[in-house]
Nanobody, 120 residues
Framework: QVHLVESGGGLVQAGGSLRLSCVAS????????MGWFRQASGKEREFVAA????????SYADSVKGRFTISRDNDKNTVYLLMNSLKSEDTAAYYC?????????????WGQGTQVTVSS
């Protein structure tokens, strides 16, 4: 059974930085693309970033491009999301997810999420 655990969320001032982590278990991590998504209160879940199996390809939502960086460490079964220059509109619960292909619009397994709150 696939298990994804996000961490690293918290309260940060606008302009600050956070690094989210997502540790995966129950799967061969290097065989999966990974994505980060977020959902703000009262809004639909939205795509944030994705990374290919080897980390050689990455994609970002326009709203975070140039500020967020997705990376992965296949030896540690972990995907990261480094978030810089945070804005109040980045406030949301952030989720990691697995996909069998990259790029993909279909994600199969999801973590429980970690809350990011940006104060202005």
């Amino acid at each position: 059974q696939v298990h994804l655990v996000e961490s690293g969320g918290g309260l940060v001032q606008a302009g600050g930085s956070l690094r989210l982590s997502c540790v995966a278990s129950g799967l061969t991590f290097s065989r999966y693309a990974m994505g980060w998504f977020r959902q703000a209160s009262g809004k639909e879940r939205e795509f944030v970033a994705a990374i290919s199996l080897t980390g050689g390809s990455r994609s970002y939502a326009d709203s975070v491009k140039g500020r967020f960086t997705i990376s992965r460490d296949n030896d540690k079964n972990t995907v990261y999301l480094l978030m810089n220059s945070l804005k109040s509109e980045d406030t949301a619960a952030y989720y990691c997810a697995t996909s069998k292909i990259y790029p993909s619009s279909k994600y199969d397994d999801w973590g429980q999420g970690t809350q990011v709150t940006v104060s202005s």
